[in-house]
Each structure stands twice: as structure tokens, then as C-alpha cells.
């Protein structure tokens, strides 16, 4: 079996490259020419297609000669709602657009669990849920959509992610380092819920999904087997898996944040840079996202094997080792 993996030199898109590789599968793998593919360049049997999801005409070209897709190329901030949809959306449509007619084995797309949106008392949310509360979470549900339009003429299995950290991760490594500084901020006491997956883990849910015999439009949560985990409980943990206590604690209000997050925002638009802190974000670091995999776990026939303690102590070590931390 050949794969198309989008997003590959990506973190998850990565790891799902490296664990098609070791089960000696074909890969090919659409990056942009900007991208580092070093860790690719390492792997068993993997192409590299040069070209961008937003361009139709490069993802036609990758999508020639494969049998399966992973899709799990996007972006996770945006100078402004253009962006979100240009990539996240347009890009997705491309991907679909191309797919069409190609007798598939199966295509997997990687939505999040932000296009279900926020849990209204901490219970982990239906598949059903539709309620995002910010512009990525919008895009992630207007991409799913497109897909599960197609569900009748492309075999296709949507997975929806929780929090997903690991080895090689930049956006949740941002934590790891301000502890390491000394600090450790909680929003409004640190209460708020979510579920996380560890990256290998979810990845090898993706390569699950290819052979898995689930009806065609089906869609599953993914997280892992530790239960919804309190900000601060997360803190700690990353805490103990650094070996190290911050010796400033912070409780932040989320009138403070609020303020801080527009001056991000401003400071983004002046520049002209994509930047994570937004309003909308420092809304939902108020939210809980919390979901549970156990259908997934069934229907997938996949595990999740890493505990969050144990996973977070593996990607301290991959940090340390690489010079991150």
C-alpha cells in the first residue's frame, strides 16, 4: 500500500510518516520546499512530493498512484480568519477534489477536537457536539463537513484529537520551557479539563483507521486512556517529568490574560505575524475539551499506550537530548 501523508514534516504528520515506515509501507509525503524534511530524509521508503495543500494543482500531482490518504496537513494560528480557511478548508477541498474517483482504500482526515467544542460541565463530549469557539476550531469543522460530504463516494474515517504532545512537538513544548524558567501560570486556578494524546499514539490511531473496518462517514475522538486532566494537574505533571518545581506560581485572571491576549493580537497585526495568544484563545484556556476514545479504541481496534505521566517524561528526555530543554 502506498500513502499520501499531507503535512508530513509536520509533528503528527511526521510521526504517522515514521510509523507507516516501519511497517514497511510506501510513503509519500507532500511537503512544502520550505519545509525541514530531515527527519523524513531518515525513514524506509518514504517520496517526498513538493508542493502545498492550497495549491490544486501540486495535490493532484502527490495524489497520483497512491491507495490511501492521511490528511493531516493545516495550521493551528493564522494572521486572520483568511488564513485559517485558505489552508485549513480550501486546502482540504483540494485533497477531496483529487481523491475523487481514484478508488481509495480509505482516506483518513485529521480534524480536532476543537471543532466539537468545549465541554459545558467537564463531561467529555459526543461525537455529535458541532460548537467551536474559536476561528481554528470553526475551519477544522467546516473542513470536516467537506469531507463527510464525500462519505458515499470516498471511503473515509474522521478523527477528532485531543491535546496532542511528544517528541518533536513545538506548540505544548512552550510549557516545558516556562517551567523550566522558574514559572508556572494557571488560568483562574488552573480548572479548567482537557484530554490529551500522546503523538506517536495518535498517529498510530491515523494508520489504524486505514484497515479498519468502520462504516464509511464514521468519526472518533482521540485521546488517551488517562481521563480528563486539570490545567493544573498538567502543570505539575510537567513539573515532575522536569524534576524541577517553578518558584513562581501564578494565578492568572482571566481579565489579565484577556488584556495581555488583545496586545498579542494587536502586536500580531501590526507585524503581520500569525501569533497563538488571541482573545478567542484565552477564552477557551478558560473551557474544558474533553473527550473520550473508547469508541475509537473499538472500532480501530487501537490502543492508546502511553500514559500522559509516562509520555511526558519520554518527550523531557527527547527534548533534553535534542538541546530543546
Not at 518558584?247 to 484577556?258: A, S, T
Request: charged share 20%.
Amino acid at each position: 500500500m502506498k500513502v499520501l501523508v499531507t503535512g508530513a514534516s509536520g509533528f503528527l504528520g511526521g510521526w504517522v510518516a515514521q510509523k507507516l515506515s516501519e511497517r514497511g509501507l510506501e510513503v509519500r509525503a507532500l511537503v512544502r520546499k520550505s519545509s525541514k524534511t530531515t527527519h523524513l530524509q531518515t525513514l524506509k521508503g518514504v517520496e517526498l512530493a513538493y508542493g502545498a495543500i492550497e495549491d490544486a494543482g501540486a495535490v493532484m500531482h502527490a495524489t497520483d498512484g497512491v491507495d490511501a490518504v492521511i490528511h493531516s496537513a493545516g495550521i493551528v494560528k493564522g494572521r486572520n480568519e483568511a488564513d485559517f480557511m485558505r489552508t485549513n478548508v480550501e486546502g482540504t477541498k483540494n485533497l477531496l477534489d483529487a481523491a475523487r474517483g481514484r478508488n481509495l482504500k480509505r482516506f483518513v482526515h485529521v480534524s480536532s477536537l476543537e471543532a466539537a467544542g468545549p465541554s459545558s460541565d467537564g463531561a467529555p463530549v459526543s461525537i455529535e457536539q458541532s460548537a467551536p469557539v474559536t476561528t481554528y476550531g470553526r475551519s477544522k469543522l467546516a473542513a470536516e463537513k467537506l469531507v463527510l460530504a464525500e462519505k458515499d463516494s470516498i471511503p473515509l474515517t474522521v478523527l477528532r484529537p485531543g491535546a496532542i504532545y511528544g517528541p518533536r512537538d513545538q506548540e505544548i513544548f512552550e510549557a516545558f520551557k516556562t517551567v523550566t524558567r522558574g514559572l508556572l501560570p494557571m488560568v483562574a486556578g488552573g480548572r479548567s479539563l482537557g484530554s490529551f494524546i500522546y503523538g506517536p499514539d495518535c498517529a498510530e490511531a491515523c494508520v489504524a483507521a486505514l484497515t479498519a473496518p468502520a462504516p464509511s462517514g464514521a468519526v472518533f475522538h482521540i485521546a488517551d486512556n488517562s481521563g480528563a486532566v486539570s490545567q493544573r494537574q498538567f502543570l505539575e505533571m510537567v513539573e515532575g517529568a522536569l524534576g524541577k518545581k517553578a518558584f513562581i506560581r501564578l494565578n492568572l485572571p482571566i481579565g489579565v490574560l484577556k488584556t495581555v491576549s488583545y496586545g498579542v493580537k494587536a502586536f500580531g497585526t501590526v507585524t503581520g505575524r500569525a501569533v497563538m495568544l488571541t482573545p478567542e484563545k484565552a477564552n477557551m484556556l478558560m473551557q474544558h475539551f474533553v473527550c473520550s476514545s473508547q469508541p475509537a479504541q473499538s472500532a480501530l481496534n487501537w490502543t492508546p499506550q502511553v500514559s500522559l505521566d509516562e509520555g511526558l517524561k519520554h518527550t523531557v528526555a527527547w527534548y533534553r537530548e535534542h538541546g530543546w530543554l
